[in-house]
């Protein structure tokens, strides 16, 4: 917002050092970003409408320097020249509008001196003046041709489906039922608090117009601006919030200037407000301010600064007020938001520093917390590089990963097609982020992400990764790989051992987004935890990797792997005293069979004292019965005891070969 330092000074007494106004004034909570040639530059926040404008910033500047506030008084003639209704007071509470006697022409040259400094183009004396009014009070107003007007009225409404305007821009614009309009007895002729229509705009030859200034809800504004993408000087100010009250202020100021510079002789005004709401008003106690600020702060000075700022205030006993919320401080709806204008004229470097009284003790952590400290330290340890991606996707990109018979999330108001639909897994977002490494000359790419997906199910947390390229580094001694399935297994593996589940089961399934036969459920006893797998190379292509290319993605739930997690306790044991057995054992089985069924029936037919069990071979072929298999197992025994016999390490040979046996048909080779 360009406040022009000349303008300010007609509205408060404020001193000539311009760099001593943007300093005083930004200490009040108004970014500074530059002053230059007497114009000020501020940033205002979104919950400060009221401060676009000078007559807003003025009155700010008048509780910091005393000096008093120039109020704009001017006489408005009641009448109905031109019939206005309101058929949605919802989103048009207050709608006014005067008839004026026009001679359209040049502005004078201080008009269009001090709207330059402001930022606006000049354009002609009326558009000027609105457009001056709107930048000194903030109240957006509009002029119309009143001999253009069909029938001679104007219509608050909504929309019709499928109707069109073009607006001051020329551009052809589709309206729906969910967009206010102004319109006369037969069309539309102006999006509502957004911008007006070029077929009732003011020109050279026109003679009466109808200004109007209004209150319009700013939800709609809003959602106006955006599906339209259009933004404008009015809409930024209605959107926010405006002032109930100002729409009279403003037409009466705007037939003062155009008096003034021989333009325009105003007639009659209509003001429709159907439904005038109760004015808030809020309690304040000495006490609640002392206990909130630190310190107490004199009544006098409560009582000046909030009158300053535009509040109604009165005693209401011993240091306790009632103050009256002006109508355009919509952010002003609880005693603590008087707290905070008092504190900030008051001068929150006047406030000591004390540490907060704790009443409670301070909540524990969220396991969350832990939990995604655990998957980078996994996984950043197994050499992947975590990434961050927008949890809006595109709708194609997101479709491959959603459930069965589902659909993606949709977005009411996407920003782009890209970031039409909430994502459903982490791994369309990695997958796109392999890709533009891809693009850019990085060969070899892992990545994890940790976040939020959004399925038919429900909201949930997981942690996804994606792998392509060379399985191992770069290295002298031996040729790169390509990534495999294994590869991804054993980071699976990595990241569930972090959670104290090493013995985690992997079990072939079907899915709509991996490569069949290269697709694992991760199971921890009967609860799943996710998959893992080859994605399929027609989403690939489709997402620009290259064709040919094998990718590899796991995901799994943050959420089930910290509910399987025997608890988050360190464990030490002591280094080994005794010494350990290693057997080589060899087994013929059905080729159909999972290595993990025999691993788990070893396991549970051995003794307490197997410590390890790895596969170390796998052979097909020439001696081997046709539909079987070799499978060979490295089993170390040891115990924490005694050292273990020979005699005890056959016996439980014995016995696991006799599990296999029974459980698998095996043989032992």
């Not at 509205?11 to 230059?36: H, K, N, Q, T």
């Not at 990434?387 to 996407?414: H, K, Q, V, W």
Request: net charge negative; glycine share 10%.
């Amino acid at each position: 917002m360009k406040i022009v330092h000349a303008w300010l000074s007609e509205l408060v007494e404020v001193p000539a050092d311009v760099d001593l106004v943007a300093r005083e004034i930004s200490l009040r909570g108004f970014e500074l970003a530059g002053v230059e040639n007497g114009v000020i530059d501020f940033e205002i926040t979104a919950n400060r409408p009221d401060c676009l404008s000078h007559l807003g910033l003025a009155r700010e500047a008048s509780v910091i320097w005393g000096g008093p506030l120039a109020l704009m008084d001017a006489d408005i003639h009641w009448g109905d020249a031109v019939p206005v209704s309101i058929e949605d007071p919802d989103l048009c509470p207050r709608y006014a509008a005067t008839v004026f006697d026009v001679r359209v022409g040049r502005s004078p040259e201080w008009l269009v001196r001090r709207l330059e400094a402001a930022g606006v183009r000049s354009i002609n004396n009326i558009v000027d003046v609105t457009n001056y009014v709107m930048l000194e009070i903030g109240q957006p107003m509009h002029a119309f041709d009143l001999e253009r007007l069909g029938g001679g009225r104007l219509i608050i409404r909504r929309a019709r489906p499928g109707e069109t305007l073009r607006t001051l821009d020329g551009v052809e614009r589709t309206l729906d039922p969910a967009m206010l309009v102004i319109a006369d007895a037969g069309r539309a002729v102006a999006i509502g608090g957004v911008m007006g229509g070029q077929e009732s705009e003011i020109g050279a030859a026109t003679t009466r117009m109808v200004l109007e200034s209004a209150y319009f809800q700013p939800a709609s504004i809003r959602r106006t601006s955006r599906r339209l993408n259009l933004k404008t000087e009015a809409s930024t100010r209605f959107e926010r919030g405006g002032d109930v009250d100002a729409p009279l202020a403003g037409l009466a100021r705007a037939a003062q200037l155009l008096q003034r510079i021989g333009a325009a002789q105003p007639g009659a005004t209509v003001d429709v407000h159907p439904a005038p709401q109760p004015r808030v008003e809020l309690g304040l106690r000495g006490s609640r301010i002392e206990r909130v600020l630190g310190l107490a702060v004199p009544g006098n000075d409560v009582a000046r600064i909030l009158g300053g700022l535009g509040f109604v205030v009165t005693a209401d006993g011993e240091d306790r007020w009632r103050a009256v919320v002006p109508t355009f401080r919509a952010d002003v709806v609880r005693e603590v938001d008087l707290i905070e204008e008092v504190g900030r004229h008051f001068g929150f470097d006047r406030l000591p520093t004390t540490f907060p009284v704790l009443a409670a003790a301070q909540a524990p952590p969220d396991a969350r917390i832990e939990s995604d400290r655990r998957i980078r330290t996994a996984l950043t340890a197994s050499g992947l590089t975590e990434s961050m991606t927008f949890a809006f996707i595109e709708r194609e990109a997101a479709a491959p990963f959603c459930e069965p018979g589902a659909t993606p999330a949709a977005i009411a108001n996407p920003l782009s097609e890209k970031l039409a639909v909430l994502r459903p897994s982490l791994l369309p977002g990695l997958v796109d982020s392999c890709s533009h490494n891809r693009r850019r000359g990085r060969k070899d790419v892992r990545l994890f992400e940790t976040g939020s997906r959004f399925m038919a199910s429900g909201e949930g947390r997981a942690v996804a990764l994606v792998w392509a390229g060379a399985g191992n580094a770069a290295h002298w001694s031996a040729a790169p790989r390509p990534a495999d399935f294994f590869d991804v297994k054993g980071v699976v593996e990595v990241l569930c051992s972090a959670f104290g589940l090493p013995d985690v089961e992997l079990v072939g399934t079907a899915s709509r987004f991996l490569v069949p036969g290269r697709a694992a459920a991760v199971r921890c006893g009967s609860v799943p935890l996710g998959l893992l797998g080859q994605l399929l190379p027609a989403i690939a292509e489709a997402r620009g990797l290259p064709a040919g290319e094998e990718v590899y993605v796991a995901e799994l739930d943050t959420d089930a792997l910290a509910a399987c997690a025997p608890g988050w306790e360190l464990r030490a044991e002591s280094l080994p005293k005794f010494p350990s057995i290693v057997r080589d054992l060899s087994i013929l089985v059905d080729e159909a069979l999972p290595a993990a069924a025999v691993r788990g029936t070893i396991r549970s037919a051995a003794p307490e004292a197997l410590r390890a069990i790895v596969e170390f071979d796998r052979y097909q072929g020439k001696g081997i019965p046709e539909g079987r298999v070799s499978l060979s197992f490295r089993l170390t025994f040891r115990s924490q005891e005694r050292t273990l016999t020979d005699d005890e390490i056959d016996t439980a040979l014995n016995t696991i070969v006799g599990a296999l046996e029974r459980g698998h048909g095996a043989h032992r080779r």
